[in-house]
């Protein structure tokens, strides 16, 4: 099992950057791979980006060369830096610890409490 502790969201002006982060209760290198997701009001929880414990990164095509997804194996943390923020990015943040087989993420069943980013002017 793991908890995950999410954090960083807030209100930023269109074209503007944040960084969630993401802590782990347990040494991340044991953990298959971890990803972001992102659920909109109204709409269904989507998967933004993972990581698996090779360092392999994998991006919704939404968020390609605007967000990166990385990790600090000593901090237990993932982090998400998200550059020209777009209102449509609006919506609550999620980590999530999975499996990666293929190119397909898959999550369990362990999910963050959620931070919200508003990307608004």
């Known amino acids: 099992q793991v908890q995950l502790v999410e954090s960083g969201g807030g209100l930023v002006q269109p074209g503007g950057s944040l960084r969630l982060s993401c802590a782990a209760s347990r040494n991340i290198f044991t953990i298959n791979a971890l990803a972001w997701y992102r659920q909109a009001p109204g709409k269904q929880r989507e998967l933004v980006a993972h990581?698996?414990?090779?360092?392999?990164?994998g991006y919704a095509d939404s968020v390609k060369d605007r967000f990166t997804i990385s990790r600090d194996i000593a901090k237990d943390t993932v982090y998400l830096q998200m550059n020209s923020l777009r209102p449509e990015d609006t919506a609550v943040y999620y980590c999530?610890?999975?499996?990666?087989?293929?190119?397909?993420?898959?999550?369990?069943?362990?999910w963050g409490q959620g931070t919200q980013v508003t990307v608004s002017s």
């Open positions: 999530n610890a999975g499996v990666v087989r293929g190119d397909t993420y898959y999550p369990d069943d362990y």
């Open positions: 990581i698996t414990g090779f360092g392999i990164r």
